[in-house]
């Protein structure tokens, strides 16, 4: 009975032994785990987290106000990789000013760190580690260096007035020997008091402000050329200036700004409406639909990609709609709109045709809000517009189709009508034409031309913003002037095939590009699924040049003549 009880007593105690030896285990494994688990969290790099201080939308820099390019004029070019640098600068330059006005927002958000990782995420994501950029090598491609045409002086849009050299009245004389430093001097402003800067400009282009230079390089052939460093100094400024007024800009079915910087320079705003992935509902015309900010921005490069330069320079911004609209804005009318949303956005909806009302606002989160802006054209008084109407417009009707809609013949009657009937407007036309099939944009119902020149000059690609809304499907109706009329320029024909190309595929070129924006840190400006679609778009359109080029014989407009083509195939 003893050793029994003795035996007992041993499988007891081992019993106990065992498992406390399978509890300390158990304990040991998840510690460990738990190591493990924490050593695999990814903290958001401290450039990502001080470059997206506000939670959710605002990609803040931690430089002041950037200084200005340095001055030079439009007849001096620097090499594609400068601007291209200059568009890269841009992204780190937000005004000092926004970022001391993002203090006020409150800290309610708890997911900041989360949506800052995410973003972050997605930027890198979206980098390209190479020792050429396919953008680089697309602009340093012979296509898109084809020697300039000749310029002659009526062919620039601006010019500045002759010295006066009237007038030898010894009063004058007396005044040029006292003041030799104003001699040259063209225009003077002392409205320092007004918030705008002390001016002194002359002749001399390296006292213009960027958007005058951009203004004086418009000529007959091209709204700016794509080397001109001060195409990058506007859209930097406009990026990164102190914003003086915002006003309503009259006309127009949407609400638009016009935005003034202390260098007397514009812009025309375009608040965003919706998320950018947000595509169009398939139950609404295609005049139904807001305008996308982000819409504008892509036009701009994919109009500097296909090598048009027809587009005027447009960048994306994060304003304050409190500090940069509401406390500046002199428009009664614009101000009485403001009113706070039942979650604390300070919203405004401004007076126009349609989306203007309490039930469409455009609202801040909760007081920042992402914009386009466009640097304005010369002033009508200075440099007129002529707007035509496009024979391909469409009827704006839920019930009636257009005349180019239900004739097939209906280009032969253009081609006979003047402008078309001669000079280069219809491959003008055509060119504007592909460029809305790849983005998909049905609301072209106007061009404008500048009246200086005449018939014989390029086409303005202006309001785009109701591009990009469908993805899933392309609208073939765009492309009919195409397919009526089989007429395209020769270089437009001959890049539209470089980009169909894997080194230069135009997804990936379009993607680089809009990288250089500074709304490309908050998120993509374009969806993979918008820059995909652009390679089929691009497909599409070869493949109907292809059966005209089956079919007829004069498709081609050659504007390589005198050039050797051979030089520029791929």
């Not at 169009?280 to 819409?295: C, G, K, Q, V």
């Not at 095939?497 to 680089?512: H, I, Q, T």
């Not at 040049?545 to 195939?569: K, W």
């Amino acid at each position: 009975m003893a050793r029994q009880g003795v035996r007992r007593l041993s499988h007891s105690v081992c019993l106990v032994l065992t498992c406390l030896s399978l509890a300390l285990h158990l304990i040991l494994a998840l510690f460990c785990l738990s190591v493990l688990q924490t050593s695999c969290v990814i903290p958001p790099s401290s450039s990502s987290s001080s470059s997206l201080s506000f939670p959710g939308t605002i990609p803040l820099g931690k430089q002041g106000r950037s200084h200005s390019l340095s001055s030079q004029s439009s007849s001096h070019k620097l090499p594609v990789s400068r601007m291209n640098g200059d568009f890269t600068k841009m992204a780190a330059h937000i005004d000092h000013k926004v970022e001391a006005s993002f203090n006020i927002v409150n800290e309610k958000e708890k997911d900041k760190k989360l949506i800052q990782t995410k973003m972050a995420t997605k930027v890198v994501s979206g980098q390209r580690v190479s020792s050429r950029s396919k953008l680089e090598a697309l602009f340093s491609h012979p296509l898109y260096n084809l020697p300039r045409k000749h310029l002659l002086e009526d062919d620039w849009l601006l010019k500045l007035k002759p010295k006066n050299k009237g007038g030898d009245s010894e009063e004058e004389d007396e005044e040029e020997d006292s003041d030799k430093s104003s001699e040259d001097s063209e225009w003077q402003s002392d409205s320092e008091e007004d918030g705008y800067d002390r001016a002194n400009w002359t002749r001399s282009a390296d006292t213009h402000p960027a958007w005058l230079r951009y203004h004086l390089g418009i000529s007959r052939w091209e709204l700016y050329d794509r080397n001109d460093p001060s195409v990058a100094e506007v859209t930097q400024q406009m990026a990164t200036q102190r914003i003086l007024s915002a006003v309503q800009k009259s006309g127009g079915t949407q609400l638009k700004l016009i935005m003034s910087f202390p260098n007397y320079g514009q812009a025309l705003l375009k608040p965003m409406r919706q998320e950018r992935d947000a595509e169009t509902d398939f139950n609404l015309f295609y005049f139904s639909d807001f305008e996308r900010h982000n819409a504008e921005i892509a036009a701009f490069h994919l109009d500097r990609v296909l090598g048009f330069c027809r587009i005027p320079p447009v960048v994306g911004r994060l304003i304050n709609v409190t500090t940069e609209i509401r406390a500046i804005t002199t428009d009664h009318k614009l101000s009485r709109t403001f009113f706070t949303s039942p979650v604390g956005n300070l919203c405004f909806h401004g007076q126009c045709e349609y989306y203007c009302s309490t039930e469409n606002p455009v609202c801040g989160r909760p007081h920042v809000l992402e914009v386009s802006l466009a640097s304005m054209l010369p002033d009508i008084s200075l440099a007129p517009r002529r707007s035509w109407r496009s024979p391909w417009r469409r009827s704006y009707s839920r019930t009636k189709l257009a005349p180019w809609e239900k004739n097939p013949d209906y280009c032969d009657t253009v081609k006979q009508t003047p402008p078309y009937s001669q000079g280069t407007r219809l491959v003008d036309l055509i060119d504007m034409v592909i460029l809305d099939f790849l983005m998909s944009n049905m609301d072209r119902h106007h061009y404008e031309t500048f009246e200086k020149f005449g018939n014989d000059t390029f086409l303005l690609h202006l309001d785009n913003g109701r591009a990009f809304g469908r993805h899933s499907v392309d609208e073939p109706s765009i492309l009919v002037p195409l397919r009526q009329c089989c007429r395209i320029r020769r270089s437009t024909l001959m890049r539209l095939r470089l980009l169909s190309l894997p080194g230069f595929r135009l997804s990936d070129v379009m993607r680089e590009s809009l990288s250089q924006d500074p709304l490309e840190s908050v998120a993509p400006l374009l969806s993979e699924q918008h820059l995909s679609v652009l390679d089929r778009r691009l497909k599409t359109i070869l493949q109907a040049v292809h059966t005209c080029l089956e079919h007829h014989d004069d498709v081609i407009h050659d504007d390589l003549q005198g050039y050797d083509v051979n030089l520029y195939r791929h």
